[in-house]
């Protein structure tokens, strides 16, 4: 990453800094005491009572006497063995005083006192020490120059990027053309103002990338920044909250005067949907209330500043369906480009970028790596790459081959193996069955996918084996037979271990609930229920770019509507159940060759499968 423009935070008042603080306060302590005896007072000074002062003057023991305002003393007569020693008592009235030392033949002299000396000394000078001290604390409460601490809490936090500094530009950024596309206006515009202002067109305000995460959003955004050399101020969305009311508010305002100096500039707000979600009609007090401040603030923001001046306000979220509608009206966020998953040739670009600084064998080939990472966004392709050297290096390798991607590619889907895991061997033999039944059935099937490997080596955190099955070309939609034959693959490994063993396990676990949400989605969103007709059943849009796990709650629905719901779920599950039984039942001999296969291997390759199985795939009629 390139140098930023801001230094390195100090770090808080506390640890090293805080155990000093109290040898600083002694030293200080001590250089007081020793201004105040040895400057204010010379030498050695002994205070006595006025009493035992008037004796020593009546005894003719002192030789010299100072008779100063507030104070009188005497300094003493030499004597074999000691120095002249001074003694200082407190003045009282004593108007016999005078008559008494000239009675002794004592000489007295006056002395005046130095107001600004003492005034300095007694006053200015421990001030002075205190301020200084109370500077050291306040400058690192507020992080010193660099502005980050509690008295510099309402300023903005975003990272400022100078010209040619954001280190990423379009040829860092691949797979996602379209995109790139809609975006060299926003830099031509950048580089070029007049040829927009000439003609009275004006540039979008804002520039709203959403997609799915890892697909790249905030990558292009600072390759935008790189193309048109502009400054790049960037900020997540939850750093312009906090716990003090007003400081989120405070840093918008902060982070928009900062762009507006440095014109033209991009302001990129990452995870936006963390400060402008949809504002609820009676917000309670707290941080809720705090973040809808902040939002309208930016809100404000929008509306006041100039495009003229060049700043381009650009944005990127995963969820865009929570936003609040003020943000994406027109003459805010304006323009909203959707930067998703690659498809086959776009894989292929990335994988291409990724490996640039990769020592690859021979045998490496990118087109066949990224026909087998269907629905893989730009972060998991990053990943696979790196996964792949990892392994190359440590297994004393002197280039990335495609076995080393091939166990990239296993990791990033079933997770790490555990050739350790000790299984007993009827286990072994359910975990074969259950697999076998999986492929078997995938395999007979004319609109499943086509298998690619099984194992029964464990993986990750509970799975005992996977079936791995690739698409053979990218998808967009789904038939409703397409769906139905996944619900019958997804049921064949238990379909499997019921026929072999007459009984079931909890292996199935993770199968029955895909399959049990798959045929609800069938009912309830995609209108696929023969029953219940072409109608949806949910209360609104799905997060477009979220697992399925994130939906939206569930409809209102009726007693009656439910429950023949529930029916309509119920009969998909089982028909799903009954072809899988009818085509294991038919290949029973397949299935039982296909598992000692397993039991011995542990692994095998989907050709090795359909060499076994011979027949090509059924097309018959579900």
Same mark, same amino acid.
């Given at each position: 990453?390139?140098?930023?423009?801001?230094?390195?935070?100090?770090?808080?008042?506390?640890?090293?800094?805080?155990?000093?603080?109290?040898?600083?306060?002694?030293?200080?302590?001590?250089?007081?005491?020793?201004?105040?005896?040895?400057?204010?007072?010379?030498?050695?000074?002994?205070?006595?009572?006025?009493?035992?002062?008037?004796?020593?003057?009546?005894?003719?023991?002192?030789?010299?006497?100072?008779?100063?305002?507030?104070?009188?003393?005497?300094?003493?007569?030499?004597?074999?063995?000691?120095?002249?020693?001074?003694?200082?008592?407190?003045?009282?009235?004593?108007?016999?005083?005078?008559?008494?030392?000239?009675?002794?033949?004592?000489?007295?002299?006056?002395?005046?006192?130095?107001?600004?000396?003492?005034?300095?000394?007694?006053?200015?000078?421990?001030?002075?020490?205190?301020?200084?001290?109370?500077?050291?604390?306040?400058?690192?409460?507020?992080?010193?120059?660099?502005?980050?601490?509690?008295?510099?809490?309402?300023?903005?936090?975003?990272?400022?990027?100078?010209?040619?500094?954001?280190?990423?530009?379009?040829?860092?950024?691949?797979?996602?053309?379209?995109?790139?596309?809609?975006?060299?206006?926003?830099?031509?515009?950048?580089?070029?103002?007049?040829?927009?202002?000439?003609?009275?067109?004006?540039?979008?305000?804002?520039?709203?990338?959403?997609?799915?995460?890892?697909?790249?959003?905030?990558?292009?955004?600072?390759?935008?920044?790189?193309?048109?050399?502009?400054?790049?101020?960037?900020?997540?969305?939850?750093?312009?909250?906090?716990?003090?009311?007003?400081?989120?508010?405070?840093?918008?305002?902060?982070?928009?005067?900062?762009?507006?100096?440095?014109?033209?500039?991009?302001?990129?707000?990452?995870?936006?949907?963390?400060?402008?979600?949809?504002?609820?009609?009676?917000?309670?007090?707290?941080?809720?209330?705090?973040?809808?401040?902040?939002?309208?603030?930016?809100?404000?923001?929008?509306?006041?500043?100039?495009?003229?001046?060049?700043?381009?306000?650009?944005?990127?979220?995963?969820?865009?369906?929570?936003?609040?509608?003020?943000?994406?009206?027109?003459?805010?966020?304006?323009?909203?480009?959707?930067?998703?998953?690659?498809?086959?040739?776009?894989?292929?670009?990335?994988?291409?970028?990724?490996?640039?600084?990769?020592?690859?064998?021979?045998?490496?080939?990118?087109?066949?790596?990224?026909?087998?990472?269907?629905?893989?966004?730009?972060?998991?392709?990053?990943?696979?790459?790196?996964?792949?050297?990892?392994?190359?290096?440590?297994?004393?390798?002197?280039?990335?081959?495609?076995?080393?991607?091939?166990?990239?590619?296993?990791?990033?889907?079933?997770?790490?193996?555990?050739?350790?895991?000790?299984?007993?061997?009827?286990?072994?033999?359910?975990?074969?069955?259950? %697999?076998?039944?999986?492929?078997?059935?995938?395999?007979?099937?004319?609109?499943?996918?086509?298998?690619?490997?099984?194992?029964?080596?464990?993986?990750?955190?509970?799975?005992?084996?996977?079936?791995?099955?690739?698409?053979?070309?990218?998808?967009?939609?789904?038939?409703?037979?397409?769906?139905?034959?996944?619900?019958?693959?997804?049921?064949?490994?238990?379909?499997?271990?019921?026929?072999?063993?007459?009984?079931?396990?909890?292996?199935?676990?993770?199968?029955?609930?895909?399959?049990?949400?798959?045929?609800?989605?069938?009912?309830?969103?995609?209108?696929?229920?023969?029953?219940?007709?072409?109608?949806?059943?949910?209360?609104?849009?799905?997060?477009?770019?979220?697992?399925?796990?994130?939906?939206?709650?569930?409809? %209102?629905?009726?007693? %009656?509507?439910?429950?023949?719901?529930?029916?309509?779920?119920?009969?998909?599950?089982?028909?799903?159940?009954?072809?899988?039984?009818?085509?294991?039942?038919?290949?029973?001999?397949?299935?039982?060759?296909?598992?000692?296969?397993?039991?011995?291997?542990?692994?095998?390759?989907?050709?090795?499968?359909?060499?076994?199985?011979?027949?090509?795939?059924?097309?018959?009629?579900?």
């Amino acid at each position: 990453m390139p140098p930023e423009k801001e230094k390195t935070p100090a770090p808080p008042f506390g640890g090293e800094q805080f155990r000093q603080l109290p040898w600083l306060m002694l030293a200080m302590v001590i250089l007081l005491w020793v201004i105040g005896s040895y400057i204010i007072a010379p030498g050695y000074v002994k205070a006595i009572p006025y009493s035992d002062f008037k004796g020593m003057v009546q005894q003719g023991a002192l030789e010299e006497v100072v008779i100063a305002p507030e104070k009188v003393r005497g300094i003493t007569k030499a004597k074999e063995g000691e120095g002249r020693l001074t003694y200082e008592a407190v003045k009282v009235e004593d108007p016999d005083l005078i008559k008494e030392l000239d009675a002794k033949g004592i000489r007295y002299t006056g002395e005046t006192a130095n107001p600004w000396l003492y005034f300095i000394l007694s006053w200015v000078l421990p001030l002075l020490v205190l301020y200084f001290i109370w500077r050291a604390i306040i400058g690192r409460a507020g992080g010193g120059a660099t502005g980050g601490g509690l008295m510099a809490i309402g300023r903005s936090k975003a990272k400022v990027y100078m010209e040619k500094q954001t280190g990423v530009t379009f040829d860092d950024v691949a797979g996602v053309d379209e995109a790139k596309e809609e975006l060299r206006e926003i830099i031509d515009f950048l580089r070029e103002p007049e040829k927009y202002r000439r003609l009275g067109g004006k540039i979008p305000k804002g520039v709203l990338l959403v997609g799915p995460p890892g697909t790249g959003k905030t990558m292009l955004a600072k390759a935008v920044a790189g193309e048109a050399k502009v400054p790049f101020f960037s900020m997540s969305g939850s750093e312009f909250v906090e716990m003090f009311v007003g400081v989120g508010a405070a840093r918008v305002r902060d982070l928009f005067a900062q762009a507006q100096a440095q014109a033209p500039c991009i302001i990129f707000i990452d995870e936006l949907d963390a400060m402008g979600k949809v504002r609820s009609v009676s917000p309670v007090a707290g941080g809720h209330e705090e973040r809808e401040h902040t939002l309208q603030q930016l809100l404000v923001e929008m509306d006041g500043f100039d495009t003229r001046k060049g700043v381009i306000i650009m944005a990127a979220t995963n969820p865009p369906e929570i936003l609040d509608p003020a943000l994406l009206r027109p003459g805010r966020f304006d323009r909203h480009i959707l930067v998703d998953r690659p498809d086959i040739r776009g894989r292929e670009d990335i994988l291409r970028v990724h490996c640039k600084n990769i020592k690859l064998a021979a045998d490496a080939d990118l087109k066949l790596l990224a026909a087998r990472t269907p629905g893989f966004a730009g972060a998991d392709l990053a990943n696979i790459v790196n996964e792949a050297a990892l392994l190359a290096a440590r297994r004393g390798k002197d280039a990335v081959d495609m076995n080393d991607f091939e166990e990239a590619i296993n990791r990033i889907i079933a997770g790490l193996e555990k050739k350790r895991r000790v299984m007993n061997k009827h286990e072994q033999e359910i975990v074969a069955y259950h %697999e076998s039944g999986h492929a078997l059935v995938a395999e007979s099937l004319p609109h499943a996918d086509r298998v690619y490997r099984i194992s029964i080596i464990p993986r990750g955190i509970a799975a005992l084996g996977y079936t791995l099955q690739l698409p053979t070309q990218d998808r967009y939609l789904m038939t409703r037979a397409e769906l139905l034959d996944r619900l019958t693959v997804l049921l064949g490994g238990r379909t499997a271990e019921e026929l072999v063993f007459n009984e079931v396990s909890t292996g199935a676990q993770d199968d029955l609930a895909k399959a049990t949400d798959m045929a609800r989605s069938m009912v309830t969103a995609y209108g696929m229920s023969e029953k219940l007709g072409p109608m949806t059943y949910e209360p609104g849009r799905r997060p477009l770019f979220l697992e399925p796990g994130m939906a939206a709650p569930r409809a %209102e629905l009726s007693e %009656e509507t439910a429950r023949e719901i529930d029916c309509e779920v119920r009969a998909l599950i089982n028909k799903a159940h009954q072809r899988a039984e009818k085509i294991l039942s038919t290949r029973r001999d397949i299935l039982e060759t296909l598992t000692r296969i397993l039991l011995e291997k542990e692994t095998v390759e989907g050709d090795e499968l359909r060499a076994l199985i011979g027949a090509p795939r059924a097309t018959e009629a579900k």
